[in-house]
């Protein structure tokens, strides 16, 4: 009888135990002592290396022939010791094939080595298992939450209460939630809307915005076409009398802007907006603004450098990733509200299985992109009650003061041309010796780039700045000083000099 019925055949199942299978012992509290163990003792090696080094390149095909045979090896008898073994290789590989951000030599990308104890929150994080977008499952990253955002509300002077912090998986994503809410708020019939009377809904922004911006406008359905681009002043700001003219010609041509993006610390060259100037023209136009502070928002920690972000407490939204200029593991983005009912406007739909009637504004998810989302404001507040915002503060002005001396550095030195005066922790320069006509000065650029991120001993990037190629570094070590600066300068001389003189050929 119960051969012919499944359903009965499952109920005698019930009086069974399940044998725990070997596996079982991945889940054993010793394994995380053993583990944890061998880990620290690696990652504190690697963060104690401040010697100089850059990155080191392997083939991929090298590296992903290892992958498979790790990826194949059998664990059938895989005895506990050996799989950390396993473990520890794999670490090894990591560090060894990783961007070494701890290294004085690394200068090239706007993230950093993080504050040791903010990475080991982030495995506190990892273990507790549990996403922050509901009070339920996260009541003190919900509480954590609402108190930091009071810190950095009172440093932008916000009146308690009446602002909404929310946090996203990077900047990127805070960018495109704030559009949402932006394109919700001016244009509220945006759903419906096939045409209108008060013209084509677009967005401005500068010419140098961060390529997410624009990516937003694209996915919400706005279309890239109805971006109205500003142009940069000679410091990559927006240039505010031409951004009136292009605004202009835009309405003309029937767009009805609803919204500008202005940049604290754009990607090129870290430039800050003129804050209170744009503040005033989306006022007056009734735009919505939003500044990405992705890179530079972070300066409010600090009494020196917030007044470079004079006008941000009038913008309606803007971006602060904490996981780059705060020394904190990726991600930990912060999107300010300056009216707390915006936020509330981004996301129409409801889940009732989740989210509470009686919440008071707790549950993060309601105003966000992201279902299961890491409590990652527990990364910044950690470090932030240990160590206090001067030690954020201090950190930020230091890499601030030896960029502005790299600058001058780089004034007196023959043959070195900044291209901008720094805002930020971001130098962009060309190296360009007078005999150097044998060779095109952006050829010139990007040969030196290479073999400095072939010789391994320095980690720099390189950008274009309007239509030239020029040589950045950005000082995020928090090590860094201008000791290792001139040493770079003269690895880019030695290598310029051989390359000018033999006259190489490039590409
Ligand atoms: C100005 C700016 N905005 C946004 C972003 C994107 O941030 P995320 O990488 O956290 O998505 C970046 C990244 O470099 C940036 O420089």
């Known amino acids: ?29 010793t394994i995380l002592r053993e583990a944890v163990s061998v880990a620290v003792e690696k990652l504190s090696k690697n963060i104690s290396n401040t010697s100089l080094r850059g990155l080191q390149l392997v083939q991929p095909s090298r590296l992903e022939e290892l992958v498979e045979e790790y990826t194949k090896r059998t664990h059938k008898d895989a005895k506990e010791d050996i799989s950390l073994k396993i473990f520890e290789e794999i670490i090894d590989l990591y560090v060894a094939t990783g961007i070494p951000v701890y ?36 009541q003190l990253p919900s509480i954590v ?59 401005a922004m500068s010419s140098d915005v961060h390529y997410s911006v624009k990516r937003a406008v694209g996915i919400l359905g706005i279309g890239e076409d109805q971006i109205v681009s500003l142009p940069v002043n000679t410091k990559g700001q927006i240039c505010m009398s031409q951004a009136e003219s292009k605004l202009a010609e835009a309405e003309a041509k029937g767009l009805s802007v609803f919204c500008l993006v202005a940049s604290a610390g754009t990607t090129p060259v870290g430039a800050i907006d003129l804050l209170n100037d744009l503040a005033e023209l989306c006022k007056r136009k009734n735009y919505w603004l939003h500044v990405d502070g992705a890179h530079a928002g972070s300066f409010l920690v600090s009494d020196k450098l917030r007044g470079k972000l004079q006008g941000i407490e009038l913008a309606d939204s803007f971006t602060l990733d904490a996981h780059k200029t ?16 915006a936020a509330q406007q981004t996301f129409y739909k409801k889940a009732s299985y989740i989210f509470e009637r009686d919440s008071n504004n707790l549950d993060g998810g309601e105003k966000s992109f992201e279902c299961t989302k890491r409590p990652m404001i527990m990364n910044l507040w950690i470090p932030w ?47 360009s010796p007078e005999n150097s006509n044998v060779i095109k000065v952006k050829d010139l650029q990007l040969a030196i780039r290479d073999i400095i991120k072939e010789d391994g001993k320095f980690f720099i990037s390189k950008v274009e700045i309007e239509g030239e190629t020029a040589l950045r570094v950005v000082f995020m070590n928090h090590e860094i000083t201008m000791t290792h600066f001139n040493e770079l300068l003269t690895e880019i001389k030695r290598i310029g000099e051989d390359l000018v003189s033999n006259n190489k050929k490039l590409h």
């Open 1 to 29: 009888m119960y051969k012919n019925n499944p359903i009965d055949s499952e109920l005698m199942l019930l009086d069974r135990d399940i044998s725990i299978p070997k596996t079982q012992k991945a889940f054993d509290a």
């Open 103 to 138: 290294s004085t030599g690394y200068m090239g990308r706007q993230f950093s080595g993080v504050v040791p104890i903010a990475g080991l929150t982030d495995l506190l994080t990892s273990m507790m298992s549990q996403p922050s977008s509901f009070y339920e499952s996260a």
């Open 145 to 203: 939450e609402k108190v930091i955002a009071n810190e950095f509300g009172s440093l932008l002077g916000w009146k308690k209460d009446t602002y909404d912090v929310v946090t996203t998986s990077g900047g990127s994503l805070a960018n495109i939630t704030a559009l949402l809410t932006a394109r919700n708020c001016k244009v509220p019939n945006f759903y419906n809307l096939h045409s209108s009377s008060e013209g084509i809904p677009a967005v």
């Open 326 to 341: 705060m020394f904190l593991p990726a991600s930990c983005t912060l999107l300010f509200y300056k009216n707390k009912e």
């Open 385 to 431: 009650v240990l160590y206090g915002r001067e030690f954020f503060a201090q950190k930020l002005e230091e890499l601030c003061e030896t960029t502005k001396q790299a600058y001058y550095k780089l004034k007196l030195e023959k043959d070195f041309y900044p291209l901008h005066k720094p805002e930020a922790n971001i130098l962009c320069f060309r190296y």
